[in-house]
């Protein structure tokens, strides 16, 4: 509790003079479901699925989780041709990229198989029930995307072009950028590395002791095999498959004429549950986290250690995928402007290092611009910013409790590189993003 009070008061002391900010941020954000990969077999497979299963939502992302949630791996066939289950990371064996792609194409092909698309437009459109009583509507559409009803009355919008626009936008904005990750988790523990550093050991002193003769080499092994013995810790190795929903004008166009309907139509309900093949998703990219940093078992209990590891390799996974696969990247709306005796400082963000931040990281920020003409959604740049150095927050899983640097604040603050006004509620991208306008 000490702790706790001390750490809030060095925040009170911390925080500067705000001289803009915003209340409650609605942007537009990715939505996500994940799905994590179940070991059954490996001695720390049930603590990872429940650890898992315990996890938040990443913050910038909206819940877009269906009630399937776990793959088993020991029910998984037709992967490797002799053996069930998945190709594996173990220690001292990495996947190859062969074995990485037919993972990949696995797990696409049982997610359509399962109808995961559809199940992610049902949800998207509220829908009521799986059976032909019932209905859809746009209650989630509107919230989610700060639209009016009337933005988004389905019927209304199909008799005119721009009704038909808005639809459009309101589906690149938000249907179209609607992810599937499937994390597979395995995991290596210090035991495992510890035996093999005395297996390492071993030999070595045995050549030294044919060299040289006598016990140094074997003294020397039993030495550092006692060292080894004596570091306990757990860390993960994460392989995530990343899935988009693929929903473009004409998968629209037939959800829309044949599917939607806010009123009982048995007839467009069952048209729904027997399409097979419209509503699907597609492999889009993988990434690959292995921290060798070891995590001391003594540091937190084991449910709460696995919860924390597992938390943060997924975290930088997702990360690396924002920076690989373009439309996957986080958007984030600038929090607050701040003030110095009448000059601006700073900047500030409610991201840090969960979202990968360093001191050399770069953020377009960006204006988004509705054109109420065409019915279309745009981006304009304004300017480059950059985090400023010892004021990254680190919000990683559990870093408060940590008491590491950055975790005591409650944003990152960052300077201007280049560029015009920045406001509150402007969308900071990281990187380049090809839909901005300069």
């Excluded at 650890?51 to 399937?68: C, E, R, V």
């Excluded at 297996?199 to 030294?208: N, Q």
């Excluded at 919860?307 to 920076?323: E, F, H, M, Q």
């Excluded at 360093?358 to 959604?377: A, G, H, I, M, W």
């Amino acid at each position: 509790m000490r702790k706790n009070l001390f750490a809030l008061g060095l925040l009170l002391l911390t925080v500067p003079l705000l001289a803009q900010s915003v209340g409650v941020l609605d942007y537009k954000r990715n939505s996500l479901a994940t799905i994590l990969v179940f070991h059954p077999e490996d001695e720390f497979g049930p603590d990872i699925h429940e650890a898992y299963l315990a996890l938040p939502m990443p913050d910038k992302y909206d819940d877009h989780n269906l009630q399937w949630r776990i793959i088993d791996n020991s029910q998984v066939q037709g992967v490797q041709r002799s053996k069930s289950g998945l190709f594996k990371a173990t220690y001292g064996h990495p996947l190859s990229n062969t074995e990485i792609e037919q993972n990949a194409q696995y797990f696409e092909t049982l997610l359509n198989n399962a109808q995961v698309g559809k199940y992610m437009v049902a949800k998207w459109f509220n829908m009521s029930s799986m059976d032909t009583s019932a209905v859809f509507d746009t209650e989630l559409i509107q919230q989610r995307g700060q639209y009016s009803a009337s933005d988004v009355d389905v019927e209304l919008a199909l008799q005119t072009v721009r009704g038909v626009a808005a639809l459009s936008d309101a589906g690149l904005e938000l249907i179209g950028h609607t992810f599937v990750l499937v994390n597979d988790i395995t995991y290596v523990t210090a035991e495992e590395e510890a035996a093999a550093a005395k297996t390492g050991m071993a030999i070595i002193g045995g050549l030294l002791d044919a060299f040289l003769g006598g016990k140094t080499g074997r003294q020397l092994a039993d030495g550092v095999g006692a060292i080894a013995d004596s570091f306990t810790g757990f860390n993960v190795k994460t392989h995530s498959y990343l899935y988009e929903l693929v929903w473009n004008d004409s998968i629209a166009d037939i959800f829309y004429k044949y599917h939607y309907t806010a009123k009982p139509n048995a007839a467009k309900i069952q048209a729904f549950l027997d399409d097979q093949s419209t509503f699907r998703v597609r492999y889009v990219a993988h990434e690959y986290e292995y921290d060798k940093k070891s995590t001391l078992k003594g540091k937190y209990d084991r449910s709460e250690l696995v919860k924390t590891i597992c938390a943060r390799s997924v975290d930088k996974n997702i990360v690396a995928l924002g920076k690989q696969y373009e439309d996957f990247k986080v958007k984030t709306p600038v929090y607050s402007v701040l003030e110095n005796k009448g000059t601006i400082s700073g900047y500030t963000a409610k991201i840090g290092l969960k979202e990968g931040i360093t001191e050399s990281s770069k953020f377009q920020v960006v204006q988004r611009l509705y054109n109420p003409e065409t019915k279309v959604t745009s981006y304009k740049y304004i300017a480059t910013v950059q985090p400023v150095k010892g004021q990254i927050w680190d919000n990683r899983y559990n870093a408060v409790l940590e008491q590491d640097a950055g975790s005591n604040l409650n944003y990152t603050t960052f300077k201007k590189v280049s560029g015009g006004e920045i406001l509150p509620g402007m969308l900071l991208i990281e990187g380049r993003y090809r839909k901005v306008q300069e």
